[in-house]
């Protein structure tokens, strides 16, 4: 393909840039691709074969091989990394030229980065993609933002590559300026209550009811076979398997438990406090990954602070049954949460999200793809502007089911003393949900008596303050 000119081009040719050229050539597309490393330009060159890929060592080279108006993917780290390309390749651009940012940037730097290049007569893209090496090769999930009329351009090559659900691609058109990063965002919010979830099953099963890791592999190979069908619970089957070369134990079992983070569940509580949408679940997530994190101090305190044995009493069948019927409960009221979230969010910053659509792209491809995001995507169809997926009248009734065997569940935990954060928060929102009256009457109170910062009555419009010490 000496002359011909490349219709797509890759910046960053790391395992998923890699994969993603990979991808995208098997579905026919030509791709030039760049790298600062000349190691990783030769090695993507030598896999490409003689697929339609051609990489370059120099920004001039590469920039020379693009179809114009070009279309470049960045797979690069979030931050400083995507500024630093920005800020090397904008002098060799042409307007009406794409660049589109595919890492797991933070909104607003999209948001800002958007303004900067359109401001130049460039368009610039923020673009979740979920799947991790595996998606990119084979199929992710792909949540494109940014101009409508730059999605137009690269929509054939993206539906190409995407992952397929009964067809369907597991990618669509977000909505205007940072919605892709920003769905994205709330993705990874979501799987942090979602891993949060299962790990607290897990522990349940095993220190509470002393489940051996191939009963663990079981359960949850069974659990992969229902209602709860999901990537992570598959994973999680998969992973009570595994053998450590080192030591022929399971895998697992010697893994130090402090779970690291790189910044978007953060991200997404942070966002959501702006916002005002509650988000226990995927709070307490991002809190006992924080937790986790205090080993020493926790190795200490187990010294000192006793609590009852962690042992759940009763029938080892029924407990699972019961466990099982949690997490799915929760597993909702975490979409439920992450939903309501882009609701508001689309409302407040203008993105215009289709949530049935979100839905749709998350059944493929990505980490929490899941048999429940079909129902999901049904209640958004059956009404755009569903407040909370609670109140959905089909994902309710699954709730309503399973409620008591959450109750129980978390009493179990309760009595031996295993935390289960994110199984109560799930309840406590639920429950907090339906409350047609909560006891913040009594908030109010204090807050107009300490500080005069009034109240609204139930029985009459306005605002009200009273004199209390007076009365
Ligand atoms: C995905 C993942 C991916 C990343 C996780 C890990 O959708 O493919 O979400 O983006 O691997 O976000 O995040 P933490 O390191 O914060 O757990």
Redesign the pocket.
């Known amino acids: 393909m000496s002359d011909t000119k490349y219709q797509f081009g890759m910046v960053g040719l790391g395992t998923m840039g890699c994969n993603l050229v990979m991808n995208m050539a098997d579905h026919g597309f030509s791709v030039a691709g760049y790298d600062r490393d000349p190691i990783m330009v030769d090695s993507v060159q030598h896999t490409a074969g003689d697929r339609p890929v051609k990489t370059a060592g120099t920004l001039e080279e590469f920039i020379g091989l693009l179809k114009t108006p070009r279309a470049i993917m960045m797979l690069v780290p979030a931050g400083a990394a995507v500024d630093a390309v920005i800020r090397d390749f904008t002098p060799h651009l042409q307007p009406g030229d794409l660049l589109i940012d595919a890492g ?1 940037s933070h909104f607003v730097d999209t948001s800002r980065r958007t303004k900067e290049l359109a401001e130049k007569g460039f368009h610039f893209m923020g673009m ?5 090496e595996e ?1 990119a090769r084979f199929g ?2 792909m949540m494109p933002g940014g101009p409508p009329d730059a999605y137009a351009l690269v929509q054939p090559i993206f539906e190409a590559v995407a992952a397929k659900v009964n067809d369907e691609p597991c990618v669509a058109y977000m909505g205007p300026g940072a919605a892709g990063h920003y769905v ?1 965002m709330v ?2 919010g979501i ?2 209550g979602l ?1 949060q979830l299962i790990s607290e099953t897990y522990d349940l099963l095993k220190r509470g009811a002393d489940l051996s890791d191939d009963e663990l592999h079981h359960v949850y190979a069974e659990w992969n076979g229902s209602e709860l069908q999901s990537f992570l619970v598959e994973i999680t089957a998969e992973i009570f398997l595994f053998v450590d070369p080192k030591t022929g134990d399971r895998l697992v079992n010697k893994i130090l438990d402090r ?7 953060k991200w997404t509580s942070q966002d959501a406090m702006d916002l005002q949408v509650p988000l226990p679940t995927i709070d307490l997530a991002v809190n006992m ?1 924080d937790l986790s994190a205090l080993k020493d101090q926790r190795v200490a305190a187990a010294k000192v602070l006793t609590g009852p044995a962690p042992r759940l009493e009763g029938d080892k069948a029924v407990l699972i049954g019961r466990v099982k019927n949690a997490l799915y409960f929760a597993t909702v009221t975490t979409y439920a949460q992450g939903m309501a979230m882009l609701q508001q969010a689309s409302k407040t910053y203008e993105y215009n999200l289709r949530l049935e659509d979100v839905a749709r792209i998350w059944r493929g491809g ?3 793809r899941a048999a429940l995001l079909e129902p999901i995507r049904a209640a958004y169809a059956n009404n755009p502007d569903l407040p909370n997926l609670l109140v959905d009248p089909a994902l309710g009734q699954e709730l309503l089911q399973r409620q008591a065997d959450l109750r129980e569940v978390v009493k179990l935990a309760v009595e031996g003393g295993i935390p289960v954060p994110a199984l109560m928060g799930s309840l406590a929102y639920f429950d907090a949900y339906r409350s047609e009256r909560l006891p913040s009457n009594l908030v109010q109170a204090q807050r107009d008596k300490f500080g005069a910062h009034t109240y609204e009555r139930v029985d009459e419009e306005g605002v009200f303050h009273t004199e209390w010490n007076k009365g």
């Open positions: 797991n979740g993609i979920s799947g991790g998606g992710p999930s994205k993705h990874n799987e942090y891993m779970a690291r983070s790189k910044g978007t569940g990954r990505c980490i929490i």
